[in-house]
């Protein structure tokens, strides 16, 4: 077998959007996120008044005590996570009370003795954490509470005053929580929509590279790098739809049925796509034909992206399988035929309100878990945050760190998961707070004027918000600017922007020591879960191939996926040297591409029973009902 890379393409985009999607997916098979979609102005917006009101009253006034409202404000904008109303109300309102009780007993506990916080933040932490775990969706509460507790704790206050430092949190953070739920209240369905979106960008990209191919070779005939890279972009963005869509259990079915169809439309239009990239691939049909079915993919998801948002436009749709059963009779591959009959389904399927959908009964049953299943996970990882802590302020004694609760602060937000990710945010978190605290300590440098920085800092809060689900490394840059520049309005200092950066990079290094000395989760060895993705994905095309239950086929699908990324991801931890570590091949590596064929070939074998099943139909004169196809991975 043949193992020689492929020469990249240069991607075929003419946006910036595009040229951003084709960074991420290469950011997102070595686990670092990049969402361009995700930005939200809106927000970014929202909370830029929510931080602002208090700022200006807190340098008006000079009561460096009202830093805390700032502060608070910007973390509760922070807690709003996407989800529907009732879920978001109640978290948010969560964080609220427990923020203000956390951020009274911290500061108290603190005062008690000398060394009072070194006990106070760990214990703190460890019951947020915990606590916390056993919530449905609240492992975002519980990290910022953790948050609240440990800054808290770097500010020793005797009783009254801890009361006032309380009581300008709960001030800030009942502000904001206003300003969210009832003044400026913005579509908590909005980010279905742009999930959706992103889902049907990363399919047009898929044909784009597709159509871009022509008579050439696809470079997915030889193993590369970043073998697969569209058909890991497509199931990745379809599970993170699939995710969010459990956060809006409950809602009115009118809420949440344009998002079903959706994943139901894409499902179907990515198992074509698979059937069509293994074409390409293995060079299935004519050129000439090929071309002509993926040109007929992207001008149906460039429609369907244009007039999804409104019923009027979408019935439309329904004219599109008219004029593919024209392009359908002049196919002479049967494939290819197919994969037009899956389109022509598919567009059906996003026109029909009423038609049941296989792909619900595998959707995630996460918000299904009680509090106890919660739970278990949730001591694990209250215990190394804890432990970070202890490591931090073992750190802060040893070296003298001037502002401790920076690091600790770091330790918190960046431990978070397994070694993968928390390895990947570390990397991410010492980038950001190296670039903001440069630019902070820059703009320092030029100005000391309160209502310039007070100017500066609006929009840095705009920014860090917006950002907040694009990218981590943008987000900590924007973050850091802003917390330097108000702490230096609030409470000036010497060296602020050179200690956070020096505390980011030891808190980060201590939340990896953490969670690599206490229960690290290495997962299994690489060759296990190349092996374990082989099998998946054996299993999967042995269901298509023996006629088994379309609601199977949708589980197996999805769990190949899945299985696929996880491996093809798994090889580049760390930067690869665990791939060196465990000495895997180039020739082992390389059999991930043996498994994308088998799911590639059990899409072919799928999209060529339709067009059987089509001609079987016509030929007895029956009218043929719309099939929900399902498909390779």
């Given at each position: 077998?043949?193992?020689?890379?492929?020469k990249?393409?240069?991607?075929?985009?003419?946006?910036?959007?595009?040229?951003?999607?084709?960074?991420?997916?290469?950011?997102?098979?070595?686990a670092?996120?990049?969402?361009?979609?995700?930005?939200?102005?809106?927000?970014g917006?929202?909370?830029?008044v929510?931080?602002?009101?208090?700022?200006?009253?807190?340098?008006?006034?000079?009561?460096?005590?009202?830093?805390?409202?700032?502060?608070?404000?910007?973390?509760?904008?922070?807690?709003?996570?996407p989800?529907?109303?009732?879920?978001?109300?109640?978290?948010?309102l969560?964080?609220?009370?427990?923020?203000?009780?956390?951020?009274?007993?911290g500061?108290?506990?603190?005062?008690?003795?000398?060394?009072?916080?070194?006990?106070?933040?760990?214990l703190?932490?460890?019951?947020?954490?915990?606590?916390?775990?056993?919530?449905?969706?609240?492992?975002?509460?519980?990290?910022?509470?953790?948050?609240?507790?440990v800054?808290?704790v770097?500010?020793?206050?005797?009783?009254d005053?801890?009361?006032?430092?309380?009581?300008?949190?709960?001030?800030?953070?009942?502000?904001?929580?206003?300003?969210?739920?009832?003044?400026?209240?913005?579509?908590?369905?909005?980010?279905l929509?742009?999930?959706?979106?992103?889902?049907?960008?990363?399919?047009?990209?898929?044909t784009?590279?597709?159509?871009?191919?022509?008579?050439?070779?696809?470079?997915?005939?030889?193993?590369?790098?970043?073998?697969?890279?569209?058909?890991?972009?497509?199931?990745?963005?379809?599970?993170?739809?699939?995710?969010?869509?459990?956060?809006?259990?409950?809602?009115?079915?009118?809420?949440?049925?344009?998002?079903?169809?959706?994943?139901?439309?894409?499902?179907?239009?990515?198992?074509?796509?698979?059937?069509?990239?293994?074409?390409?691939?293995?060079?299935?049909?004519?050129?000439?034909?090929?071309?002509?079915?993926?040109?007929?993919?992207?001008?149906?998801?460039?429609?369907?992206?244009?007039?999804?948002?409104?019923?009027?436009?979408?019935?439309?749709?329904?004219?599109?399988?008219?004029?593919?059963?024209?392009?359908?009779?002049?196919?002479?591959?049967?494939?290819?035929?197919?994969?037009?009959?899956?389109?022509?389904?598919?567009?059906?399927?996003?026109?029909?309100?009423?038609?049941?959908?296989?792909?619900?009964?595998?959707?995630?049953?996460?918000?299904?878990?009680?509090w106890?299943?919660?739970?278990?996970?949730?001591?694990?990882?209250?215990?190394?945050?804890?432990?970070?802590?202890?490591?931090?302020?073992?750190?802060?004694?040893?070296?003298?760190?001037?502002?401790?609760?920076?690091?600790?602060?770091?330790?918190?937000?960046?431990?978070?998961?397994?070694?993968?990710?928390?390895?990947?945010?570390?990397?991410?978190?010492?980038?950001g707070?190296?670039?903001?605290?440069s630019?902070?300590?820059?703009l320092?440098?030029?100005?000391?004027?309160?209502?310039?920085?007070?100017?500066?800092?609006?929009?840095?809060?705009?920014?860090?918000?917006?950002?907040?689900?694009?990218?981590y490394?943008?987000?900590?840059?924007?973050?850091?600017?802003?917390?330097?520049?108000?702490?230096?309005?609030?409470?000036?200092?010497?060296?602020?922007?050179?200690?956070?950066?020096?505390?980011?990079?030891?808190?980060?290094?201590?939340?990896?020591?953490?969670?690599?000395?206490?229960?690290?989760?290495?997962?299994?060895?690489l060759?296990?879960?190349?092996e374990?993705?082989?099998?998946?994905?054996?299993?999967?095309?042995?269901?298509?191939?023996?006629?088994?239950?379309?609601?199977?086929?949708?589980?197996?699908?999805?769990?190949?996926?899945?299985?696929?990324?996880?491996?093809?991801?798994?090889?580049?931890d760390?930067?690869?040297?665990?791939r060196?570590?465990?000495?895997?091949?180039?020739?082992?590596?390389?059999?991930?591409?043996?498994?994308?064929?088998l799911?590639?070939?059990a899409a072919?074998?799928?999209?060529?029973?339709?067009?059987?099943?089509?001609?079987?139909?016509?030929?007895?004169?029956?009218?043929?009902?719309?099939?929900?196809?399902?498909?390779?991975?």
């Open positions: 077998m043949r193992t020689r890379p492929a990249a393409r240069a991607p075929v985009m003419q946006s910036t959007a595009g040229w951003l999607r084709w960074a991420a997916r290469r950011l997102e098979l070595r670092i996120g990049l969402a361009p979609e995700q930005f939200s102005l809106a927000e917006a929202r909370a830029a929510a931080v602002a009101v208090p700022l200006l009253i807190a340098v008006g006034s000079g009561q460096s005590w009202m830093g805390w409202s700032v502060f608070a404000a910007f973390w509760t904008c922070l807690c709003d996570s989800g529907s109303d009732r879920l978001r109300r109640r978290l948010l969560s964080f609220v009370v427990f923020g203000t009780v956390i951020s009274f007993v500061a108290w506990a603190a005062s008690l003795a000398p060394a009072a916080g070194l006990v106070a933040g760990p703190l932490v460890f019951a947020v954490i915990l606590l916390a775990s056993s919530v449905a969706y609240g492992a975002l509460l519980g990290t910022l509470l953790a948050v609240v507790a800054v808290a770097g500010f020793p206050r005797p009783l005053l801890a009361a006032v430092q309380a009581a300008a949190f709960l001030a800030g953070a009942g502000w904001a929580w206003l300003l969210i739920n009832w003044i400026w209240r913005i579509d908590p369905a909005a980010p929509r742009q999930n959706g979106d992103a889902v049907l960008a990363r399919l047009t990209d898929m784009s590279d597709l159509l871009a191919i022509g008579r050439g070779s696809h470079r997915d005939t030889h193993w590369h790098s970043e073998h697969a890279e569209h058909r890991r972009a497509v199931r990745l963005a379809l599970e993170r739809l699939h995710g969010l869509l459990g956060r809006y259990a409950g809602e009115p079915e009118a809420a949440t049925e344009p998002t079903r169809r959706l994943l139901e439309f894409a499902e179907t239009v990515f198992s074509a796509l698979i059937a069509l990239d293994q074409a390409f691939i293995d060079g299935l049909g004519s050129a000439q034909e090929r071309a002509a079915v993926t040109r007929a993919f992207g001008i149906a998801l460039r429609y369907v992206r244009r007039v999804r948002h409104d019923p009027a436009k979408l019935f439309s749709v329904r004219r599109g399988p008219s004029r593919l059963a024209m392009l359908r009779a002049r196919l002479s591959d049967p494939l290819l035929a197919g994969c037009v009959v899956a389109l022509e389904d598919a567009l059906v399927l996003m026109a029909d309100r009423g038609r049941r959908r296989p792909s619900e009964e595998s959707a995630p049953q996460t918000d299904r878990l009680t106890r299943d919660r739970l278990r996970p949730g001591l694990r990882q209250a215990a190394r945050q804890s432990a970070g802590v202890v490591a931090v302020y073992a750190a802060a004694l040893a070296f003298d760190l001037g502002y401790p609760y920076w690091a600790t602060m770091a330790v918190v937000v960046v431990l978070q998961g397994g070694v993968r990710s928390t390895w990947t945010r570390t990397i991410e978190r010492v980038l707070s190296l670039l903001g605290g630019l902070a300590l820059a320092l440098h030029v100005t000391d004027a309160k209502v310039l920085l007070s100017a500066v800092s609006v929009p840095l809060a705009t920014a860090a918000i917006s950002l907040r689900s694009v990218n490394t943008a987000f900590v840059v924007f973050l850091t600017m802003l917390f330097i520049i108000v702490a230096e309005m609030l409470q000036p200092g010497t060296g602020i922007a050179s200690a956070r950066m020096l505390d980011n990079v030891i808190g980060s290094i201590a939340a990896l020591l953490s969670v690599i000395v206490f229960w690290p989760e290495l997962g299994p060895p060759q296990a879960r190349i374990r993705s082989h099998d998946a994905n054996r299993a999967y095309h042995d269901a298509v191939l023996s006629d088994a239950p379309i609601e199977t086929i949708h589980r197996l699908r999805r769990a190949a996926g899945m299985a696929s990324i996880e491996a093809e991801i798994a090889l580049h760390f930067g690869g040297l665990l060196w570590r465990q000495r895997l091949s180039t020739e082992q590596a390389a059999v991930l591409m043996d498994v994308r064929r799911a590639g070939h072919v074998a799928w999209h060529q029973r339709l067009a059987a099943s089509l001609r079987g139909a016509a030929d007895r004169n029956d009218q043929r009902e719309p099939i929900t196809a399902s498909p390779g991975e």
